[in-house]
């Protein structure tokens, strides 16, 4: 009778420590742990479909809306144009300014130089301001300037821009045993300065572009003008658009996966991995 109750313990045990070590599995596989953010599964078509037509009924996304569509259609109708796409409106030939190949050439130009200057112009306070606080960072005169103007500047682009991590923040003892693999990757700095420099650059040859269209007409300016400049305009443009959206999706990928590039969330205290796997346990500044 003993014999059959120690094995009748012992397998209770083993059935107990087996459903246990289930219940963990699960829970890992959920989550890291209760100070870390847990990974976030990733949305359906569905739901960002619907999202957007619900951005999209807002006053601002139906401008941008308007605006964006209009930018297309002006912009392919002159890329039709200029690739002789309507031969009847060649007469009396396609390189007659008299022709209404030329005419209309002339108007979409018009019309799609209008729509650039409404951001070229419409934001340059904006840009202006960055370029001050760059002004600030890049040539101060004393440290704390330097620091105040990069301060301002991380945080008016901080929905892409992950400001490095103070090294006061840890306490001394337990920076070094911090993993170095683990800690918040931080933006490269020269980001920042393609960004402001990109920005101030899509408005100053966005001037240029508006004082050829505007100062001379289309029989006396040069051709070359309007294809540098709406060229150079939206190559700035693109390279600092493309890098804010590759960062912003960088540091987004990053913060849902806790594994993989960022584990430490800026509005929360910095964490550590603790002896045991998975868990992790946050560190306590000392006073």
Not at 40 to 67: E, N, S
Not at 193 to 215: E, H, K, S
Not at 281 to 286: A, C, D, G, L, S
Request: overall charge positive.
């Amino acid at each position: 009778m003993t014999n059959e109750r120690l094995m009748s313990n012992i397998d209770a045990m083993e059935v107990d420590s087996t459903s246990i070590a289930r219940l963990s599995s699960r829970n890992n596989q959920k989550t890291v742990s209760h100070n870390t953010a847990e990974t976030i599964p990733k949305a359906p078509w569905q739901d960002k479909f619907h999202a957007f037509i619900r951005w999209m009924c807002t006053p601002l996304g139906a401008c941008i809306t308007v605006y964006g569509l209009n930018v297309v259609a002006w912009g392919g109708m002159l890329f039709l144009l200029m690739c002789n796409a309507a031969p009847a409106m060649c007469h009396p030939s396609c390189d007659s300014l008299d022709s209404s190949r030329r005419i209309w050439i002339e108007i979409d130009s018009q019309i799609l130089n209008a729509l650039f200057c409404v951001t070229g112009f419409g934001l340059a306070p904006w840009r202006i301001r960055d370029l001050y606080q760059w002004f600030f960072w890049r040539l101060g005169w004393t440290e704390a300037s330097r620091r105040k103007g990069f301060t301002r500047l991380a945080e008016i682009h901080k929905n892409w821009f992950l400001k490095a991590q103070e090294p006061s923040v840890l306490p001394i003892n337990t920076q070094q045993d911090y993993p170095v693999a683990e800690q918040a990757t931080p933006t490269p700095l020269w980001k920042m300065d393609v960004v402001v420099w990109g920005n101030i650059l899509n408005t100053v040859f966005q001037i240029c572009l508006a004082v050829c269209m505007w100062a001379m007409n289309r029989f006396d300016r040069p051709s070359w003008t309007t294809g540098l400049f709406v060229g150079l305009a939206c190559v700035v443009a693109g390279v600092a658009g493309i890098l804010m959206w590759l960062e912003k999706k960088r540091v987004k990928k990053a913060s849902e996966h806790p594994g993989a590039l960022l584990l430490i969330p800026r509005a929360t205290q910095p964490v550590v991995p603790g002896r045991k796997g998975g868990d992790y346990t946050p560190i306590k500044p000392e006073l």
